[in-house]
């Protein structure tokens, strides 16, 4: 398979967004919905063609071992580009019809809930989490800096 190219801020968010993964899987020992092996799943970016795009507007599920995002996700807020990932992720359980697939996305909202709700419970987690959210924003102003120099540089048109 072939998707879009990442840039290299895309990389980094699309790394960030493993990274949040793997701390809810490894709070998430109670009831498992999956390992972080499935956090190393590849990752193809798309772009919907005009005629797609109120079909395909977060990603994709194939019932192959990878994830599909709207490349668009990865310039949305840290918070709905997470929830898609999961939501994505959660896809290796089922397509959209499956009842497997409704009941771990469901699992998955109310731990995400009940651990973000109770930042007390682990310290260490929300301070990780806003850590992450933290990055994502610079991702944005590094992206920025990045096209000025190479504007100034006369590497863009």
Not at 93 to 105: C, P, V, Y
Request: glycine share 4%; aromatic share 10%; proline share 4%.
């Amino acid at each position: 398979h072939s998707g879009l190219e990442p840039t290299p801020d895309g990389i980094l968010r699309l790394n960030i967004l493993r990274e949040v993964a793997q701390y809810f899987i490894k709070l998430n020992v109670e009831h498992p919905i999956f390992t972080e092996a499935h956090t190393e799943l590849p990752i193809y970016l798309f772009e919907p063609h005009a005629d797609e795009a109120n079909n395909l507007k977060c990603g994709g599920y194939t019932d192959k071992k990878e994830i599909w995002l709207n490349k668009s996700n990865l310039n949305s807020s840290f918070e709905d580009s997470v929830m898609v990932y999961i939501h994505e992720l959660t896809h290796q359980t089922g397509g959209d019809e499956s009842a497997t697939f409704h009941e771990n996305l469901r699992r998955w909202q109310e731990f995400l809930l009940s651990t973000l709700m109770n930042p007390s419970a682990d310290p260490s987690f929300s301070q990780a989490i806003e850590d992450l959210r933290e990055l994502w924003k610079e991702s944005f102003q590094l992206e920025e800096a990045s096209s000025t120099e190479q504007a100034e540089k006369g590497w863009v048109a």
